[in-house]
């Protein structure tokens, strides 16, 4: 028996070290193998790029277009032409079509070249009896009611690299009981690429008059439009037809100017309705940026065309607008705002003689949003008649809850103080003192384009 073990211990010894090289062997002959194979994978890869190479160079080079860059306020910045250096631009250059972004190149096989949105807008009025008689409320005829004030299906998007359209169909109550009709609130096409920078709108808009008319009743940051508006620009605002064209020269600083050419159709401020005779508008605007958490948008826009008896009317206006966002918030903790109208009106007196009305108002906001869900603010509006004689100042606080960013409700309580009694005492009632109780509920479905600063 010990010899046993001593020749097993002995052939263990031996035989051990030939054992570690074959299966050494066997470990590198495998790995050989497994690399002989990738190497060939590998050289077919190459293979296959290579005659796809060759299959490009064969193909006439297509013409690099270079994207514009966006300025702060939506206009592109054209580039320089591919090939050129900075200087003096020429006919050719001017004559190139550039593209605007990429967007419109990255759309994939089957999906829609444009956006669909669904925004819902209703309001709840509450008032008292002698302001419901009188008709003389913030929504006129539609005192102490609950009703849809706007709904609106969106269409927007590229048509091509070098042009946008949008279209917009709402639908709203207008007197109470009425059937709600349909109409077309906006339809338009924007050139995006042309020479120097600019670009052009043309169809039915919401004209860029002055900060809050662009934008529709649902992005609001109050419930109602200030009074200063209604009372120079109507309920509607200043929606026309017409062409709209805007620059945003290469300055050291950010300045958009915008000239527009309309049919004069708002009946509050103009109303000819004829480009004979049409409603010219501009506007200037900035964007500065105090500091990382600051920043404020200055703005001043002029109008003039005729009204319906033919007389000249003159609007000017600025607005100014101020946020505050400590660093790493999502939203503004405090915005400012404010925004004036002047006009200057030729009408006919009582006694056929012509005569000027030179009228202004104004309104100025604070809001405050602690947190990403709550923000309360104020509203202050002082306003004269654009026509007739006397004045009204109104105080509005509010406070406005999003349970998501797509759903709002608010609730505001406004009281009105005007001069006159004599043009809101309609059938009985009274409208000189008004107290209302306002409520909105706001929801989108679906796409929605963002928000202006």
Do not use: C
Request: glycine fraction near 10%.
């Amino acid at each position: 028996m010990r010899v046993f073990v001593i020749v097993t211990v002995w052939l263990v010894i031996v035989l051990a070290p030939a054992l570690a090289r074959a299966q050494d062997a066997d470990a590198l002959r495998r790995e050989l193998e497994q690399l002989r194979r990738q190497q060939e994978q590998y050289q077919k890869a190459i293979e296959a790029l290579g005659e796809r190479l060759k299959r490009l160079e064969s193909q006439p080079a297509p013409t690099a277009v270079a994207p514009a860059v966006a300025a702060p306020g939506g206009v592109a910045q054209m580039p320089a032409a591919p090939g050129t250096t900075a200087g003096p631009t020429s006919l050719i250059d001017l004559a190139r079509p550039r593209e605007p972004f990429a967007l419109y190149g990255q759309r994939g096989s089957g999906q829609l070249l444009f956006d669909i949105g669904i925004a819902g807008d209703f309001v709840g009025n509450f008032t008292q009896r002698n302001v419901d008689k009188a008709n003389a409320g913030t929504f006129a005829g539609r005192e102490n009611r609950f009703f849809p004030r706007e709904v609106e299906l969106s269409l927007f998007g590229q048509i091509d690299p070098y042009a946008r359209a949008e279209v917009r169909i709402e639908s709203g109550e207008e007197e109470p009981g009425a059937e709600t009709g349909v109409s077309l609130a906006e339809a338009n096409l924007t050139l995006l690429t042309l020479p120097w920078g600019t670009q052009l709108k043309m169809g039915q808009m919401r004209t860029r008059f002055g900060y809050t008319n662009q934008i529709h009743e649902h992005d609001l940051p109050w419930i109602d439009r200030p009074n200063a508006l209604r009372n120079f620009l109507g309920e509607e605002g200043l929606s026309e037809k017409g062409f709209e064209a805007t620059i945003v020269p290469d300055l050291p600083f950010y300045l958009e100017g915008l000239v527009g050419v309309f049919n004069g159709d708002n009946e509050a401020a103009f109303g000819y309705g004829k480009l004979s005779q049409p409603l010219v508008t501009g506007r200037l605007r900035t964007f500065i940026e105090l500091a990382d958490e600051h920043a404020i948008q200055l703005g001043v826009s002029g109008a003039s065309g005729q009204t319906s008896d033919r007389l000249r009317s003159q609007l000017a206006a600025f607005d100014l607008k101020y946020k505050f966002r400590p660093d790493g918030w999502l939203h503004p903790l405090l915005t400012v705002g404010a925004e004036g109208i002047y006009s200057i009106r030729r009408v006919e007196n009582d006694l056929g003689q012509k005569t000027t009305r030179d009228r202004f108002g104004w309104y100025g906001y604070a809001e405050v949003q602690p947190w990403r869900r709550w923000a309360a603010g104020l509203r202050y509006d002082w306003s004269q008649f654009p026509v007739n004689p006397g004045r009204e100042w109104a105080v509005e606080p509010y406070v406005t809850f999003w349970p998501s960013e797509f759903l709002r409700f608010r609730l505001a309580y406004k009281h009105t103080d005007r001069s006159q009694r004599e043009a809101f005492s309609e059938n009985g009632g009274s409208g000189r003192l008004v107290d209302e109780l306002l409520f909105q509920a706001s929801f989108i479905l679906g796409a929605h384009p963002a928000h202006p600063f």
